[in-house]
T-cell receptor
Framework: GQSLEQPSEVTAVEGAIVQINCTYQTSGFYGLSWYQQHDGGAPTFLSYNALDGLEETGRFSSFLSRSDSYGYLLLQELQMKDSASYFCAVRDRGATNKLIFGTGTLLAVQP | EAGVVQSPRYKIIEKKQPVAFWCNPI?????LYWYRQNLGQGPELLIRYENEEAVDDSQLPKDRFSAERLKGVDSTLKIQPAELGDSAVYLC?????????????FGAGTRLSVL
């Protein structure tokens, strides 16, 4: 089976850089995704790492290291609107191929 | 382009009552998913459709939950009868196909409260 662990809460100030970690235990997966969810809103796709390394999309970057069973989401130049929950997710390589989400990290950006 | 549309946004019912949720995926998306999200948790898959065929319903409590996707477009998820533990947000998502399953587009969800 799969399990993904994230810190429950992270606090940072506007303009800062924050890293949200995701560690996982899995028997096999296709890649690591990140989703953002504002309170009461829909989860929104942010990034996907199919291979090890860093993927950059504007202020957001995501990293994957399969050998370390570890990934992270890096948010730069934080803005108040970045306050939200962030979920990592892996697509199971098993029979179901389903997307399995982590427990989520609540990011609070302070002025 | 319209996103995934769900209705209703909120539903309050008493236990043992039936309830139904509706989802209209993004046009052209063949794969549709229903998730349940409990407070403070990530979404958990209930059922996945490829066109009109349910390809993974292993997590769907079949004694009380049912779903359908007629004509491979809109979908409904039903609970009958509802229990207190069913209170959660029910999310619908779609993707172009299973190959692009890592990138899913979610609706805003239906927040169900069972009293």
């Amino acid at each position: 089976g799969q399990s993904l662990e994230q810190p429950s809460e992270v606090t940072a100030v506007e303009g800062a850089i924050v890293q949200i970690n995701c560690t996982y235990q899995t028997s096999g997966f296709y890649g690591l995704s990140w989703y953002q969810q504002h309170d009461g809103g829909a989860p929104t796709f942010l990034s996907y790492n199919a291979l090890d390394g860093l993927e950059e999309t504007g202020r957001f970057s995501s990293f994957l290291s399969r050998s370390d069973s570890y990934g992270y989401l890096l948010l730069q130049e934080l803005q108040m609107k970045d306050s939200a929950s962030y979920f990592c997710a892996v697509r199971d390589r098993g029979a179901t191929n389903k997307l399995i989400f982590g427990t989520g990290t609540l990011l609070a950006v302070q002025p | 382009e319209a996103g995934v549309v769900q209705s209703p946004r909120y539903k309050i019912i008493e236990k043992k009552q039936p309830v139904a949720f509706w989802c209209n995926p993004i046009s052209g998306h063949n794969t549709l998913y229903w998730y349940r999200q409990n407070l403070g948790q990530g979404p958990e898959l209930l059922i996945r459709y490829e066109n009109e065929e349910a390809v993974d319903d292993s997590q769907l409590p079949k004694d009380r939950f049912s779903a359908e996707r007629l004509k491979g477009v809109d979908s409904t998820l039903k609970i009958q009868p509802a229990e207190l533990g069913d209170s959660a947000v029910y999310l619908c998502a779609s993707s172009v196909n299973r190959v692009s399953e890592n990138i899913q587009y979610f609706g805003a969800g239906t927040r169900l409260s069972v009293l």
